[in-house]
């Protein structure tokens, strides 16, 4: 039931597109040939629907098939509501931004026509998205390396507490974007420039979250450790660090954050690729369809990294109540 | 039992005294003026209300706090600092919970760097305590009991001269107290380790050592030294056992007695 609930959506908007006229004039819909196949902008908004219903039907199968416990089941048929809904949106907006040209142009394109920028633009997306991933990378590794390390010396040595706790918590209330000047001087390419940025961003919230997360170590822990034999280097990395581990995660996460919405604005504020730079380029030439295109890359683009965030503080925290099996 | 141990002094504790400063910056003499030997394989148990100090100088012993006044000697020499020689059980066990009960066990061994030689003896410790089949579970997940024998067996892996109990059954059901109880007896009659078990349980005193140690509060002083004269394993009902259990009763009643005289009807 909840299944044909959530299919119901996606196959209508199908249908919509499918069969509801283009009254509209003005519209400019292209038609391409990828490996042999001729597809116009709207069989390639329809394939994606088709994919995303597969997606969830195929889903529901497996979790039939495997005899999934019945949270997860629950779980699926819960958001069954919500995604007929996301259905009905798009068979909406598809109307009202296409089919009708109802809706302001170029400002809010159909779906038919942010498909033509993945289909005429793939090539250069994918480059910039490299570039975006790239980017993100070295500064968020970076950050996330030095944050950890800086909050376990701030956890551990009271001077070091003393003295770099004010800088951090200073760093802390600037965003990081404002040193994008000084930056931009400081360092020999934007690209490094831009990674000292997002390491910056994500540096702060690890770094007072690993701190905190060394100092609550429960103290007779370390006399465990002590009673041992354990000398300070072994209760540090045995001791301290694994006690701070779902804080530094909680840290993590957030310098995930921090890093995609530095990331976006470096780029829009002097890079020479990346998502950012896509969409100044697009504004400039009025191409509004691949802004949204853009902001859609990045959508699934965090989901993934965030995912990815997730599934390694599963199974590093899989000790802790509850997220165990 | 007391007539097969060779008296050998293996612990010797002199005049100790110590003094915490309080928040309001007064002075509180927690220990005053302790004297006790222990001799090599011996069970002792200090047995006293809470706040009598038994803690205080248990954490002395295994070097966890400084020794202000007096000494501690083991094996005649001064204890200073931790050592793994001087194993210690807390009060909640006070496993890693991030470890698995195996390597809960094995991190004396890996901190000391003894751990690809000794391999072996985790899993027989694992054995020894009853805990076959849980070796990849973590802390949360098996009961208290469980994890009071991990926490004993992790501090004996490190074959200690000296084990030093803090309470250890202290929060657990009177069932689980006794089966680690026994486990205690079996390790203790199998090593030969000599232990030293803080408890404020007359009974678990009683069913477990060769000397109970008495200790009276404000400032901690041992009032008392008792020696039980009984076969491992005692009867929890024996004669021997009951009028040992009252005598303690009645020393304890005796002390208060003279401390709060105004209870006294």
């Known amino acids: 039931m909840n299944l044909i609930l959530t299919l119901t959506g996606f196959i209508l908007a199908i249908l919509v597109n499918l069969f509801f006229p283009q009254v509209a004039e003005g519209v ?5 040939t990828i490996g042999g196949f001729a ?46 809904a996301i259905g009905i949106a798009l068979a909406l907006w598809d109307l009202l931004g296409t089919k009708l040209l109802v809706l302001p142009q170029p400002f809010f394109p159909g779906p038919a026509v942010i498909m033509d920028a993945f289909l005429g633009d793939m090539a250069f997306i994918w480059k910039n998205t490299l570039y975006s991933l790239r980017l993100f990378l070295s500064g968020f590794v970076t950050g996330v390396v030095v944050g950890i390390a800086t909050g376990v010396l701030i956890g551990w040595y009271p001077r ?35 990674t000292f940025l997002i390491a910056i961003c994500s540096w702060f919230p690890v770094a007072t979250m690993t701190a905190e997360g060394v100092q609550s170590t ?26 701070a581990m779902p804080r530094i995660f909680t840290g993590i996460t957030t310098a995930a954050a921090f890093s995609f919405t530095t990331l976006v604005m470096a780029e829009m504020m002097g890079q020479p690729g990346g998502l950012g730079y896509y969409i100044n380029t697009s504004k400039v030439w009025s191409a ?27 199974y590093v925290l899989r000790w802790q109540k509850g997220v165990v099996r | 039992m007391t007539d097969i141990l060779d008296k050998e002094k293996i612990l010797k504790i002199r005049e100790v005294n110590r003094t915490f400063i309080d928040p309001n910056g007064n002075e ?15 069970f002792i148990s200090i047995l006293g209300s809470s706040g009598c100090g038994k803690t205080t ?25 931790t050592d793994p020689k001087r194993g210690y059980v807390f009060q909640q066990g006070c496993l890693f919970p991030w470890l698995t009960i195996e390597d809960n066990i094995a991190m004396g061994l890996k901190a000391r760097g003894v751990y690809k030689q000794n391999k072996h003896r985790v899993q027989e410790f694992i054995d020894k305590i009853g805990l076959t089949g849980f070796e990849k579970n973590f802390p949360h997940q098996i009961s208290g009991g469980m994890a009071q024998r991990v926490a004993i067996a992790r501090a004996l892996i490190n074959d200690p001269e000296l084990l030093l109990l803090d309470e250890p059954m202290g929060a657990l059901d009177s069932f689980t107290r006794a089966e680690i109880q026994n486990m205690l007896l079996d390790l203790r009659k199998e090593r030969n380790t000599t232990m030293i078990l803080v408890t404020h349980d007359i009974d678990e005193a009683l069913y477990l050592s060769d000397r109970i140690v008495i200790m009276t509060p404000r400032p901690g002083r041992i009032s008392e030294v008792l020696e039980i004269h009984d ?35």
Do not use: C
């Open chain 2, 57 to 81: 100088l248990l954490r002395l012993i295994a070097g966890l706090d400084q020794v202000q006044e007096g000494k501690i000697l083991l094996d005649g020499e001064r204890i200073k600092g």
């Open chain 2, 231 to 265: 076969e491992f394993p005692r009867e929890r009902g024996s004669s021997v056992f009951l009028e040992k259990r009252a005598k303690i009763l009645e020393r304890f009643k005796l002390a208060r007695s003279v401390r709060q005289p105004e209870y006294m009807i």
């Open chain 1, 160 to 194: 070091v507490r003393y003295w770099i706790t004010p800088v951090l918590n200073i760093s802390g209330v600037i965003p990081a974007v404002a040193w994008m000047p000084f930056a931009l001087t400081l360092f020999p390419t934007s690209f490094s420039a831009a």
């Open chain 1, 39 to 84: 597809i116009d902008d709207n069989l390639a908004y329809r394939l994606v629907l088709l994919a995303i219903a597969l997606y969830y039907g195929i889903y529901r199968l497996v979790l039939f098939v495997k005899k999934a416990n019945q949270e997860k089941i629950d779980k699926f048929g819960s958001r069954a509501k919500f995604r007929f």
């Open chain 1, 288 to 314: 509004y369809y691949k802004v949204f295109a853009a902001i859609i890359v990045m959508a699934v683009l965090f989901t993934v990294i965030l995912k990815a965030v997730d599934a390694v503080q599963n």
């Open chain 1, 218 to 243: 429960p103290k007779a822990q370390f006399e465990v450790a002590r009673t041992f034999g354990a000398g300070q280097f072994y209760q540090v990395f045995h001791v301290a660090i694994p006690h």
């Open chain 1, 28 to 32: 400019k819909l292209k038609s391409y």
């Open chain 2, 28 to 42: 509180k003499r927690v220990l005053d003026n302790i004297n006790l030997s222990v001799f090599r394989g011996e």
